[in-house]
């Protein structure tokens, strides 16, 4: 039987911020359920905001001390099974104690401390993986320190490792000076970890994997360009035989709109007529004029410029003047985009809704409410929020970039009927061509036997980790 060890800083629904604790949380339990041969581990951090209802049901496995430099660290080690997954917890209160994931000014030392952890912790459980599988730049000490203090270990000596990028703008840099006193690493790795004159763990990792893949095959090919990069593309063009794309899913499970608990009314791609109850509902709760025949467009995003939110604030008041529809905006980010959303709010009392939070069970019922779900990012690694909006029965108007190209294709009909397509694309970042398709799919929402088709279209595309599972199994054979 083949042992995957997951290595990651977050995971649902333990402790998660962002797509990175989506994948973790539903990826392992695929490739477990599509090879029954393959023994799938996850490993995170214990944080403060893992609920007591899990710590209770957790097992203690191990308690050890970790040597980082001069500090020696206390370790716990937890765990627990869920669907036919084993997770494991690494406990420190000095590390991981804390009221956010990440954010923290000694971020580099805790993230050192659980990789080194995570290597420590093979051999106090006895436990092996064939390979270790990292994600991102805050698990990528654990594949550089598995190539540099461990290989030629007994146990060690046989692990092979993959890197998964979820997103190249956070690399995990460093200044040199801390090298030794919180990596806990000679200079003789000192062309290892520079890249750009400083020290960069994402860069390491690239380097020192068996293969490195990123969360879709488009985005896969962007970063080998510096307009994608974040300054990473060299070092990227000199591995990109061991280079790859594979597209993530959805948990399939904790969003469906047949059985979900939180949305006030159940559908799905037989019952389409059902789903405009939610949008009835969402209306009344939120103050909007309560009508199901007005079109409903939906944001559902940080609000960062990356995002394309710059685009939006370009078209949203020409749209809310011109065309008889509703906005809602759910997300928290720069200031400048809460405060332009409020501003709109103020202009359209009766159009537009400024939620400025996170609310992951509000984002269900809007998902589940809204006709149309807007998408435009500048870059997007590969994006959940398309596939979510297209399995709870929204168009989504997106740009073709990252995960987004590969998940949403341009809607027509051919000469026989046929629909082709899920959804309303576009190629360049230009706020006319965004406005463009927009009003193409506000234009289509008037035809009704046409709409309810293309949604029932968008809701049976496949967007289930079945086909990435079998994608991931595939390349851990090549490793």
């Given at each position: 039987m083949k042992k995957i060890l997951f290595v990651g800083a977050e995971a649902m629904p333990f402790a998660a911020t962002g797509g990175l604790g989506d994948v973790l949380g539903s990826l392992p339990a695929a490739i477990a359920a599509a090879d029954e041969n393959v023994d799938i581990r996850v490993v995170m951090p214990l944080y403060a905001q893992v609920s007591h209802t899990w710590r209770a049901q957790m097992k203690q496995e191990a308690v050890f001390y970790v040597k980082l430099a001069w500090r020696n660290q206390?370790?716990?080690?937890?765990?627990?099974?869920?669907?036919?997954?084993?997770?494991?917890?690494?406990?420190?209160?000095?590390?991981?104690?804390?009221?956010?994931?990440?954010?923290?000014?000694?971020?580099?030392?805790?993230?050192a401390f659980f990789c080194k952890a995570v290597l420590e912790m093979m051999r106090h459980l006895d436990y092996y993986p064939d390979i270790l599988h990292a994600h991102d730049w805050q698990s990528a000490m654990?594949?550089?320190?598995?190539?540099?203090?461990?290989?030629?270990?007994?146990?060690?000596?046989?692990?092979?490792?993959?890197?998964?990028?979820?997103?190249?703008?956070?690399?995990?840099?460093?200044?040199?000076?801390?090298?030794?006193?919180?990596?806990?690493?000679?200079y003789e790795y000192y062309s290892l970890m520079n890249y750009g004159g400083c020290i960069n763990l994402m860069k390491?990792?690239?380097?020192?994997?068996?293969?490195?893949?990123?969360?879709?095959?488009?985005?896969?090919?962007?970063?080998?360009?510096?307009?994608?990069?974040?300054?990473?593309?060299?070092?990227?063009?000199?591995?990109?035989?061991?280079?790859?794309?594979?597209?993530?899913?959805?948990?399939?499970?904790?969003?469906?709109?047949?059985?979900?608990?939180?949305?006030?009314?159940?559908?799905?791609?037989?019952?389409?007529?059902?789903?405009?109850?939610?949008?009835?509902?969402?209306?009344?709760?939120?103050?909007?004029?309560e009508s199901p025949d007005v079109p409903l467009l939906a944001i559902i995003s940080r609000l960062a410029t990356?995002?394309?939110l710059d685009l939006i604030t370009e078209i949203a008041y020409n749209l809310?003047?011109?065309?008889?529809?509703?906005?809602?905006?759910?997300?928290?980010?720069?200031?400048?985009?809460?405060?332009?959303?409020?501003?709109?709010?103020?202009?359209?009392?009766?159009?537009?809704?400024?939620?400025?939070?996170?609310?992951?069970?509000?984002?269900?019922?809007?998902?589940?409410?809204?006709?149309?779900?807007?998408?435009?990012s500048h870059s997007e690694p590969c994006g959940l929020s398309q596939m979510i909006a297209s399995r709870y029965g929204a168009i989504p108007v997106t740009r073709e970039t990252g995960g987004l190209y590969d998940s949403?294709?341009?809607?027509?009909?051919?000469?026989?009927?046929?629909?082709?397509?899920?959804?309303?694309?576009?190629?360049?970042?230009?706020?006319?061509?965004?406005?463009?398709?927009?009003g193409a799919s506000l234009a289509l929402y008037q035809d009704t036997k046409a709409r309810r088709a293309l949604i029932r279209k968008i809701m049976e595309t496949d967007f289930s980790w079945n086909?990435?599972?079998?994608?991931?199994?595939?390349?851990?054979?090549?490793?």
């Open positions: 206390y370790c716990g080690v937890f765990s627990l099974v869920k669907d036919g997954v084993t997770y494991y917890f690494l406990d420190n209160e000095y590390y991981f104690k804390r009221d956010t994931l990440y954010g923290q000014m000694d971020d580099g030392e805790r993230y654990s594949v550089v320190y598995l190539n540099t203090g461990y290989r030629y270990v007994e146990g060690y000596h046989t692990i092979r490792s993959a890197f998964t990028i979820h997103n190249i703008e956070y690399q995990g840099k460093y200044d040199f000076g801390i090298l030794g006193d919180v990596f806990d690493l000679g390491a990792a690239i380097e020192c994997a068996d293969r490195v893949t990123t969360v879709s095959p488009r985005y896969a090919q962007e970063i080998l360009s510096p307009e994608y990069a974040h300054g990473l593309h060299h070092c990227l063009r000199n591995h990109q035989g061991k280079l790859c794309g594979i597209l993530n899913g959805i948990d399939y499970d904790y969003y469906n709109p047949k059985t979900d608990p939180v949305i006030a009314q159940h559908f799905s791609s037989a019952s389409i007529y059902r789903k405009y109850a939610n949008k009835v509902d969402l209306q009344r709760k939120t103050g909007l004029p990356h995002k394309g809310m003047k011109e065309h008889d529809a509703q906005l809602v905006i759910l997300g928290k980010g720069e200031k400048r985009y809460e405060d332009y959303f409020r501003w709109l709010e103020s202009q359209f009392p009766d159009k537009v809704r400024a939620l400025i939070q996170y609310d992951r069970d509000l984002s269900k019922r809007i998902y589940a409410a809204c006709d149309v779900f807007l998408m435009p949403i294709k341009g809607y027509w009909v051919d000469e026989e009927g046929e629909i082709r397509g899920n959804g309303f694309t576009f190629a360049n970042y230009s706020s006319y061509e965004l406005a463009e398709r927009t086909v990435s599972a079998l994608c991931y199994l595939n390349l851990y054979r090549t490793i």
